[in-house]
């Protein structure tokens, strides 16, 4: 069983640049969502990705956008950097209404500066 | 709104019993987790309760109090790779969401 996995693993960038974040589900997992987890805290809900569609969003300014895959596959882009945005970002993958079991991957570290 | 509080810092020897406690308060309730997640890792589930009582899976148990808004996570013949943060989330109305309080940092020492 494949699991959780995401790529790059560390990133740097220069505010007000532009990233792309990607994740490829669990094998038999439809579901993704991005968590943004700041040093120190736990991790914040971003947004949900279903069927290639948002499907749910925390309270995340419209810079943050997401795209789903038809093979579950997920990218998370971030326009506009702000130092703020330096965090661990993890992605989770789970079969729709199941999230008690949704599996996180190894996470990417962005830094800006 | 949602706020899920936990101690921040806990120390346990070697071979003890230590228990984390959540509070939360959220708007509405779809079940409560427990995840471990050690330094520069992923967080690895370790329980879910969505009824009142006591999950024991091995040498971790899970404890659930809806009306009082309060979980534990009890961790017992504790080994040094125990030492991590310990993460409680709450599954409120939206059904997908996580809500994440900010992790208990447990130190396991000889």
């Known amino acids: 069983e494949t699991g959780v996995t995401q790529s790059p693993t560390h990133l740097i960038k220069t505010r007000g640049q532009q990233v792309t974040l990607r994740c490829s589900s669990q094998?038999?997992?439809?579901?993704v969502s991005w968590y943004q987890q700041a040093l120190g805290q736990g991790p914040q809900f971003i947004f949900q990705y279903y069927r290639e569609e948002e499907n749910g969003r925390g309270n995340f300014p419209p810079r943050f956008s997401g795209l789903q895959f038809p093979n579950y596959s997920s990218e998370l882009n971030v326009n506009a950097l702000e130092l703020d945005d330096s965090a661990l970002y993890l992605c989770?993958?789970?079969?729709?209404?199941?999230?008690?079991?949704?599996?996180f991957g190894p996470g990417t570290r962005l830094t800006v500066t | 709104g949602q706020n899920i509080d936990q101690p921040t810092e806990m120390t346990a020897t070697e071979g003890a019993i230590v228990q984390i406690n959540c509070t939360y308060q959220?708007?509405?309730?779809?079940?409560l987790f427990w995840y471990q997640q050690h330094a520069g890792e992923a967080p690895t589930f370790l329980s879910y309760n969505v009824l009142d009582g006591l999950e024991e899976k091995g040498r971790f148990s899970s404890f659930l109090s809806r009306s009082k808004g309060y979980s534990y996570l009890l961790l017992k013949e504790l080994q040094m790779k125990d030492s991590a943060s310990y993460l409680c989330?709450?599954?409120?109305?939206?059904?997908?969401?996580?809500?994440f309080g900010k992790g208990t940092s447990l130190l396991v020492t000889p």
């Open positions: 989770a993958s789970s079969l729709y209404g199941a999230t008690y079991e949704q599996y």
């Open positions: 094998s038999g997992h439809n579901t």
């Open positions: 989330a709450v599954k409120g109305n939206s059904g997908y969401a996580l809500n």
């Open positions: 959220t708007s509405g309730f779809n079940g």
